[in-house]
C-alpha cells in the first residue's frame, strides 16, 4: 500500500553504521518495514540512537506499485539489505553524505561536540567564541574540538537527544560596555559540575521516557 498522510504513523528505526541509529515516524506497511530494515522502537530507546538533523541521514528507498509510490528511509547495510531492496525492484538513493568539519587556527569557525546519551552532538563553534570562552573551560563544559577521526560518528542537528544549554555572564562587556554573555552547549555528564558562573539555560532534551543516565 503507497504512503497515505492521513494514516497512523509508528516510530521505529534504521541502522546508520558505526553504531548510529536513526529514528523516525513512518506508515509503511509491515513487510515493507521489514525488507527496508526498520526496527520497530519498543519501551527501550535503542543507544546512540538520535531523531532528526540533517547529517548522517539515511538514504531513502521507493518503489512503484500499482497503488502508487511507497517511500521510506531504509538501513544503511551495504551487503543485505541494500541489494535485497534493489533485486525486489526498489529504487535506493545514493551513499550518504557525512557532513565535514572546520578545522585551523584561521579558520573563522571550529567544529565541536559535546556527548549526550552517547552521541557525538556536533556543531560549528565562532572563533571568537570559542577564544572568550577559552579552551580549559570548554574541557570543563565537555566541549571537544572534532578531528577527521570523528567525522563518521558526528550528529548534527539532531532534535532528540540534545544537549543542555548552559550561559555565563561577564561582569563588563568589551571595550566597557555592557554585560558579555556567553551561550553554549554543555556535555551530558557535565551538567551537575559546571565551572564557577555558568549555569543551565535549557535543560536537555531527551526521548519521551528516556531516563537521565542512559
Known amino acids: 500500500m503507497p504512503n497515505n498522510k492521513y494514516q497512523n504513523k509508528d516510530e521505529v528505526s534504521v541502522a546508520m553504521g558505526n553504531g548510529l ?17 526498520h526496527t520497530v522502537i519498543g519501551a527501550t530507546m535503542p543507544a546512540l540512537a538520535f531523531k532528526g538533523g540533517n547529517s548522517p541521514k539515511p538514504r531513502r528507498a521507493k518503489r512503484l506499485t500499482a497503488d502508487g509510490w511507497n517511500s521510506s528511509f531504509c538501513a544503511e547495510t551495504p551487503t543485505t539489505v541494500i541489494p535485497a531492496l534493489k533485486t525486489a525492484g526498489w529504487q535506493v538513493g545514493g551513499t550518504p553524505k557525512k557532513r565535514g568539519i572546520v578545522t585551523g587556527a584561521t579558520a573563522r569557525a571550529v567544529s565541536v561536540y559535546v556527548l549526550v546519551r552517547g552521541i557525538k552532538f556536533a556543531w560549528n563553534m565562532p572563533s571568537e567564541t570559542r577564544a572568550s570562552i577559552t579552551d580549559a573551560t570548554m ?30 555572564k561577564k561582569t563588563t ?12 552547549y554543555c556535555g551530558q555528564a557535565q551538567e551537575d559540575n559546571l565551572p564557577a558562573g555558568w549555569k543551565i539555560i535549557r535543560p536537555r532534551l531527551k526521548f519521551p521516557g528516556d531516563p537521565l543516565t542512559p
Open 21 to 37: 541509529v536513526y529514528v523516525f515516524e513512518t506508515n509503511v506497511d509491515t513487510n515493507e518495514r521489514v525488507a527496508l530494515g
Open 139 to 168: 574541557t570543563a563544559l565537555g566541549i571537544q574540538v572534532a578531528t577527521a577521526a570523528d567525522i563518521d560518528t558526528l550528529v548534527w542537528g539532531a532534535s532528540l537527544p540534545r544537549p543542555a544549554k548552559v550561559q555565563f
Open 173 to 184: 562587556g568589551p571595550l566597557g560596555g555592557g554585560a558579555d554573555i556567553l551561550t553554549t
